[in-house]
């Protein structure tokens, strides 16, 4: 069985409860007045044992009066009749209204009480309703046992008063039911239309128009909430959905400048018969092209590859230290040809768990960045330290800086923070998208600073680590 | 020395043919896999090239099948993918290398040749081509008998290049060599290496035996 609807749930109880209370409040009243009218009976029935009470007290053996008057007060009565009848002590009927006998029998009434308080609903022999009371009386005639007095009162009446009443409110109970569900449902309804409103946007909303958002107007502190975090999402996804887009034109940009060149080299090239060593010019120039298409190749590929979370590295304990000294001694040449001084600082053994040639491939690639960004007569430094946990590398320039709008795109692919700077010198901006691919392999992080300056990056591993 | 290249590729497979003939390999060419199966089996070949993807029976199935037979051909894969997977199983099933495409043909032609140095011939400590002389135990080297003053990573490139004279070696097998640098640098770093040596080695000199290859490295030879 599918779950209820939140509208269900919501009409369920709104209707379960307005009704519970409703028939608490209706079963009350009825009580109320059952017990009401109890206590009037009572004290009707009382009012005439108090009579005969009385008239006892002052003639006590004027049994004749008694009748006389018992006779009198039930003829007197049309709708609430009281019959009553007089025993002596050993339960012989001294007086009784006429017709009594015939509807209860002195046995049939409850044991005698001395207040005026308890009367108790009993059956007539022939089914009458009757409200009954026995009362033993305290002042009997001197040196005799004291009377009882039984009285009962016919209450057809009320019986059917109160049955109509019953009925009238079964049909009351039921249109009640009716109204909760309907009204419930409608208050379900109105509560729920935000949520339909939501429901509707993010159900429109697909790659065409991710700039759609759901609109926070007129909806409920609690749907607030929803709809901002669900709009926090959207732009989430609409940022790296047009990451990625502009990402597969960068691609195919990157592929046509080498394609083209190699395209417009091979036609002009066949367009005449040329010498041997145009031929060989031309075709030594596509060997180029190539050799850079296959470097792109290389590089998304190596991006996609490590941003596969099944990519595992293969670590070695590496001395960072000597490690930094490989790659200087690499670069130094060509530092030094532009006038940048390369040097490594490493305080201490720095050892830590890294793939060597990915660890290589980072900080060189950080290494190329500075020494192309440094001008003549500055300084790239690289620095190594440890803590108990990890190792830190720093590749530190004295160059011009980065503005701070591009900072937090650096790490970015393709993201070239002087956009003139062309693709020509091998640069497509891959470069530190890499190297923070590679940290983030090692389960470490990149950071970087700069200012007017120069620029600092830095690289921290975990030294030891189990799984990235 | 003869190769068998089991290449569906037409265009690849027609270069590769004629850069191994023009290094002087007898090429051999099937262009499905079960074809190149039934070759391996009835010729004796001193190597085989084989693509992963190809008709009829994958290069897996080849090699695997080649090996059941007990045959110690030296195999070198060339695969599209990189997928660490793929490696795996390919030297797994036999294969002795890999290349992942697209590759340099002077990366492959240098791979063949180690392949086919199976028990490499002891190095001369004296490597001498033309008028250079590299001793490669006392770490000196000369030109025309004047003594050549070189750093030590100076002195590894030009006896890494008068090692394996006459081959081109590309900028990353140098630095690997060199430097022990495992990564494709794109820039120009090992460009200035050469120049310094070149400075030192060559400029002085008359006859030039460092030579640049455009797109593929530098190659050390005595040119006419």
């Keep these: ?468 | 020395m003869r190769v068998l290249v089991v290449e569906d590729e037409p265009k690849t497979a027609a270069f590769l043919r004629q850069g191994l003939e023009e290094n002087g390999f007898v090429v051999d060419v099937a262009g499905r896999g079960d074809d190149g199966l039934h070759m391996a089996r009835t010729v004796s070949y001193d190597v085989v090239i084989l693509d992963v993807m190809l008709p009829g029976l994958d290069g897996w199935g080849v090699v695997a099948a080649v090996r059941q037979e007990n045959r110690q051909t030296p195999v070198l894969f060339l695969t599209a993918k990189d997928a660490v997977d793929d490696r795996v199983r390919g030297l797994e099933l036999g294969a002795d290398d890999y290349l992942v495409k697209p590759f340099a043909f002077s990366e492959l032609l240098a791979r063949v040749r180690s392949l086919l140095r199976r028990s490499p011939a002891r190095q001369a400590d004296i490597i001498k081509v033309a008028d250079l002389e590299v001793d490669v135990l006392r770490h000196r080297a000369s030109r025309a008998g004047v003594r050549l003053d070189l750093t030590p990573k100076e002195f590894a490139l030009l006896s890494l290049l008068a090692r394996r004279a006459g081959e081109v070696l590309s900028r990353t097998l140098i630095s690997e060599q060199v430097w022990d640098i495992n990564f494709d640098s794109d820039t120009n770093v090992v460009d200035v290496h050469v120049r310094r040596l070149r400075a030192k080695a060559d400029d002085p000199f008359d006859r030039k035996l460092i030579h640049t290859v455009r797109g593929a490295g530098y190659v050390l030879e005595q040119r006419s």
């Design chain 1, 1 to 468: 069985m599918p779950p209820w609807s939140l509208a269900a749930r919501l009409t369920a109880w709104y209707a379960g409860s307005a009704f519970v209370m409703i028939v608490s409040a209706v079963g009350f009243l009825y009580w109320v007045l059952g017990h009401s009218l109890d206590r009037e009976d009572d004290n009707q029935i009382a009012d005439q044992v108090r009579v005969l009470r009385d008239l006892l007290a002052d003639r006590p053996d004027d049994l004749v009066g008694v009748r006389q008057e018992a006779e009198q007060e039930f003829q007197s009565r049309q709708h609430t009749q009281v019959y009553v009848r007089l025993l002596d002590a050993n339960g012989r009927v001294l007086v009784e209204t006429p017709g009594m006998a015939k509807l209860l029998g002195p046995d049939s009434f409850p044991p005698p009480t001395t207040d005026f308080q308890s009367g108790s609903d009993q059956r007539a022999d022939d089914g009458t309703p009757l409200r009954v009371m026995s009362v033993r009386l305290s002042g009997g005639p001197p040196g005799r046992s004291p009377y009882t007095v039984q009285a009962a009162m016919d209450r057809h009446q009320e019986v059917e008063l109160l049955a109509e009443y019953r009925k009238h409110l079964w049909v009351v109970l039921g249109a009640a039911l009716v109204v909760c569900v309907v009204v419930g449902y409608q208050i379900a309804r109105r509560g729920l239309r935000p949520v339909q409103i939501v429901t509707d946007t993010a159900r429109r909303i697909d790659t065409a128009n991710l700039g759609e958002r759901i609109d926070p107007d007129g909806l409920p502190a609690e749907l607030l909430v929803l709809a901002d975090t669900f709009n926090h999402m959207l732009d989430r996804l609409e940022a790296s959905f047009t990451r990625l887009a502009r990402f597969s034109a960068d691609i195919a940009h990157e592929l046509r400048t080498p394609v083209n060149n190699l395209r417009g080299g091979v036609e002009v090239a066949l367009g005449k018969a040329r010498t041997p060593d145009e031929y060989r010019d031309v075709l030594a120039s596509n060997l180029e092209e190539c050799g850079r298409l296959a470097r792109l190749i290389e590089s998304l590929l190596f991006l996609a590859r490590a941003e596969n979370p099944q990519t595992q590295v293969v670590k070695d304990r590496l001395d960072v230290g000597a490690e930094l000294a490989t790659v200087c001694e690499f670069y130094e040449a060509a530092a030094g040809e532009k006038g940048v001084t390369l040097t490594v600082t490493v305080a201490g053994g720095v050892h830590a768990d890294l793939n060597r040639t990915l660890f290589q491939r980072a900080v060189g690639n950080l290494v190329e960045n500075a020494v192309a960004h440094t001008p003549a007569g500055g300084v790239v430094t690289l620095t190594a330290t440890a803590t108990d946990t990890s190792a830190t590398v720093g590749v530190t320039d004295t160059g011009g800086g980065i503005p701070a709008a591009h900072l937090p795109h650096v790490f970015d692919r393709f993201y070239r923070a002087d956009p003139s700077r062309s693709s020509s010198g091998g640069n497509v901006g891959l470069g530190l998208a890499i190297v923070k691919s590679i940290v983030e392999l090692h389960g470490g992080n990149v950071h970087i600073a700069s200012g007017g300056g120069g620029t600092h990056v830095t690289l921290t591993f975990p030294r030891k680590m189990t799984k990235p």
